[in-house]
């Protein structure tokens, strides 16, 4: 198929012209990750007649390929927050997610998900899936061993702390490994089984039915080969994920990170959703955004190390969370970065076996000289500069957090290579530049009603998750945990809306 018959398929065609419908149902779902799933769940728990539809052969999408870190907080803490001695106001996670998420941020979603957020974390327990209560205080992604809680963001650094007291909020089910993604999809799957759902695996939702007056009310599906047609009687669900797999989409709006990043997600991230959102009048925005990750992290030890641009300027806190030292770096030249580190810290393996020694030298002269990058005498003065400050732990430039701050001085001294274009993630071997996903979509209430290009709402349109842009907005400020947590959390708001919605009749 061309690409142009692959992306006219993606449209609405009017509810009138279809004869006869194959199936009736309250309410439609289009994909079966953490969006749809948790959609579809509330919808029938609200007592809703309801079909879901997943484009792979079970369920999972990107969700069941994550960590299941969910971003959690705020109402004095959830459970395990409580449980551990942890303390988070609502207010105090609001500070934190304005701060992180700036102009971008939605004030209303970052409210609304905030005051829900410990009580979601209740529900994934209800679900079946286990947290143990447990801390790990390390800077790190993901536990590899059991531990439920940690630090998934900026929290920790200066300049967040300014604004708001630092609390572990990644919370991710119990198991050594990284497997919380699975864990959680088999509960959910479970619980949606058990709710009555009507699932329909390898079936790919291909246009949404539309009345005269606007109203989504359907949708023409791929099954075995033909085309199969579904009434919905309340409403129709998007949440079919991103758009990252999608090299013209991902050439269109973010082609610089289309040039030099790896897609990270499952293969059906095609952007169906938003391409059918979009059909239906839908507005998109956010979609020059998408989260990048880094490979500086761990280990946590080079965080003494400095990080320079082919200026020989430092250009961040090197202990930001890996998503904003992943946006910083993609703002400099050539997305060209090293890492000066002195003897004292060069010794992790990894780094050893992953990235290239660009120089190796006694004095910072010497590593000037041997990697013939910088301007003459750049790297010196931004060493003499940082050693002099460092002494009494501080970093007036970019506040790294004093913990993380010592002079440059055990000789020798190492530059080790990380820019994008030398970069492979040790999860997925091969790659090159930072891993990425999608953080632009429709744009919705938090009830998940799509809002129109006109600025209304779409009658009978939910959409929820990667589809959509949810709660975060940028790599500089993302922590993770915040898009399966955005996902279940509006997918659980948006399938209640649908379910709720009796005008469609
Ligand atoms: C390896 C990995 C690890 C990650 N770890 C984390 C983490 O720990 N915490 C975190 O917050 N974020 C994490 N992320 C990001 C996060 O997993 C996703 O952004 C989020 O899960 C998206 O949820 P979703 O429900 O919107 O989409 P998905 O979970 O991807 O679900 C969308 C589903 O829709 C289906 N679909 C697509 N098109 C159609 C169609 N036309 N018809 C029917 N079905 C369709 C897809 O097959 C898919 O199953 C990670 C991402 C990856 C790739």
């Not at 934190?96 to 102009?103: I, K």
């Amino acid at each position: 198929m061309s690409n142009n018959e692959e992306n006219n398929r993606f449209t609405i065609q009017s509810f009138k012209s279809v004869e006869c419908f194959d199936v009736s149902a309250d309410v439609l779902v289009c994909g079966f990750g953490g969006a749809g799933g948790s959609a579809a769940l509330e919808a029938a728990l609200a007592g809703a007649e309801v079909v879901l539809f997943e484009r792979a052969s079970g369920s999972g999408g990107s969700t069941g390929m994550s960590s299941c870190e969910m971003y959690l907080g705020g109402s004095g803490g959830t459970a395990l927050q409580k449980e551990l001695g942890y303390e988070d106001s609502t207010e105090n996670m609001i500070s934190y997610l304005e701060m992180a998420l700036e102009e971008r941020g939605d004030p209303e979603k970052i409210r609304t998900y905030v005051e829900g957020a410990a009580d979601h974390y209740d529900w994934a327990v209800s679900l079946g899936v286990t947290y143990k209560p447990a801390v790990m205080l390390e800077r790190d992604v993901v536990p590899l061993t059991d531990e439920s809680l940690l630090f998934t963001g900026n929290e920790r650094t200066e300049i967040f702390k300014r604004k708001a007291d630092p609390v572990p909020r990644g919370h991710v089910p119990s198991h050594e490994g990284d497997f919380g993604g699975r864990i959680f999809m088999d509960a959910l799957t479970d619980a949606v089984e058990k709710a009555g759902v009507d699932i329909h695996y390898d079936s790919r939702v291909i246009r949404l039915l539309v009345k005269a007056d606007g109203r989504v009310a359907g949708v023409v599906a791929r099954e075995d080969n033909k085309e199969v047609f579904y009434e919905a009687r309340r409403g129709v669900v998007l949440a079919s994920g991103g758009f990252i797999m999608n090299k013209e989409m991902t050439a269109k709006y973010i082609p610089e990170i289309h040039s030099w990043a790896t897609p990270y997600g499952n293969p059906f991230d095609m952007g169906d959703g938003i391409r059918l959102g979009m059909a239906a009048g839908g507005s998109v925005i956010n979609m020059d955004q998408a989260f990048l990750s880094f490979p500086l992290y761990p280990p946590a030890k080079l965080t003494n190390g400095i990080m320079v641009n082919l200026q020989g300027d430092r250009f961040v806190n090197e202990d930001a969370y890996l998503a904003r030292l992943g946006h910083y770096s993609s703002l400099q030249d050539e997305q060209r970065t090293y890492l000066l580190v002195d003897q004292d810290d060069y010794d992790h393996p990894m780094y050893i076996e992953r990235l290239d020694v660009v120089a190796v030298g006694d004095t910072i002269e010497e590593i000037e000289r041997e990697s013939g990058l910088f301007p003459d005498g750049a790297l010196q003065e931004t060493v003499a500069f940082y050693n002099k400050f460092a002494e009494t732990s501080q970093d007036p430039k970019f506040h790294k957090s004093p913990e993380w701050i010592k002079p440059l001085k055990a000789k020798p001294f190492a530059l080790l290579d990380l820019s994008f274009e030398n970069q492979t993630a040790v999860i997925m071997p091969g790659t090159t530049g930072p891993l990425t996903f999608s953080l632009g979509g429709l744009d919705t209430l938090p009830s998940g009603e799509v809002i129109s290009v006109s600025g209304s709402v779409i009658p009978g349109l939910y959409a929820a998750g990667r589809v959509t842009a949810g709660l975060p907005r940028t790599s500089k400020g993302y922590a993770s945990g915040m898009s399966v947590g955005d996902a279940t959390f509006f997918g659980r708001l948006a399938g209640k809306s649908a379910a709720a919605n009796a005008g469609q009749v």
